[in-house]
T-cell receptor, first 116, second 112 residues
Framework: QQQVKQSPQSLIVQKGGISIINCAYE??????FPWYQQFPGKGPALLIA?????SEKKEGRFTISFNKSAKQFSLHIMDSQPGDSATYFC???????????????FGKGTLLTVNP | DTEVTQTPKHLVMGMTNKKSLKCEQH?????MYWYKQKAKKPPELMFV???????INESVPSRFSPECPNSSLLNLHLHALQPEDSALYLC???????????FGPGTRLTVL
């Protein structure tokens, strides 16, 4: 019940295309859903995050869509660029209200390659 | 300043060595974390400190010994490690009671 399932494992997109990564969870106590971007040899960097009270959040070319009833959330990268090539991790935590805000449960990651 | 720094960037050690990893942040965060990340895997939580006190130990072997000497510093002392402990060790920090964790660049550890 603590798992976050992420798909696809890898994704190849042409420059200018849309990259879509999906995550699903089962624990209804999860209250905070961040996406992290990680380049090789670097630490994960917070990209964008959402809470269940909104269905969509957009920051520049990055959008999170959230479906509370389906317990799914996804990351959309519009106008994908070669510089977006990285590993993307979705994550979830119970958040402050859940009392265990420290424990992020990560998906297994998606390796995105954007071809020029 | 929104940066978490980690030193060294790379560390190679033998199984009988004692070494330490260092993490520092000046964002006023009072929660600090150690994660271990193997290649092509997500980060795995090891320890959490809150207000300089250890609050979570994810059943980590005693050859890893964390220390939080003050609100800006977090150390991970290493002793008698095994080759399978080779990984990227990540430090992160957050405000206590806040959800967003900020990660450092990591220390790439190789145990020979």
């Amino acid at each position: 019940q603590q798992q976050v399932k992420q798909s696809p494992q890898s994704l190849i997109v042409q420059k200018g295309g849309i990259s879509i990564i999906n995550c699903a969870y089962e624990n209804t106590a999860f209250d905070y859903f961040p996406w992290y971007q990680q380049f090789p040899g670097k630490g994960p960097a917070l990209l964008i995050a959402i809470r269940p009270d909104v269905s969509e959040k957009k920051e520049g070319r990055f959008t999170i869509s959230f479906n509370k009833s389906a317990k799914q959330f996804s990351l959309h990268i519009m106008d994908s660029q070669p510089g977006d090539s990285a590993t993307y991790f979705c994550a979830a935590s119970p958040g402050v209200s859940g009392g265990s805000n420290y424990k992020l449960t990560f998906g297994k990651g998606t390796l995105l390659t954007v071809n020029p | 300043d929104t940066e978490v720094t980690q030193t060294p960037k790379h560390l190679v050690m033998g199984m009988t060595n004692k070494k330490s990893l260092k993490c520092e942040q000046h964002m006023g965060h009072r929660a600090m974390y150690w994660y271990k990340q193997k290649a092509k895997k997500p980060p795995e939580l090891m320890f959490v400190y809150s207000y300089e006190k250890l609050s979570i130990n994810e059943s980590v072997p005693s050859r890893f010994s964390p220390e939080c000497p003050n609100s800006s510093l977090l150390n991970l002392h290493l002793h008698a490690l095994q080759p399978e402990d080779s990984a990227l060790y990540l430090c992160a920090s957050s405000l206590v009671g806040a959800d967003t964790q900020y990660f450092g660049p990591g220390t790439r550890l190789t145990v020979l």
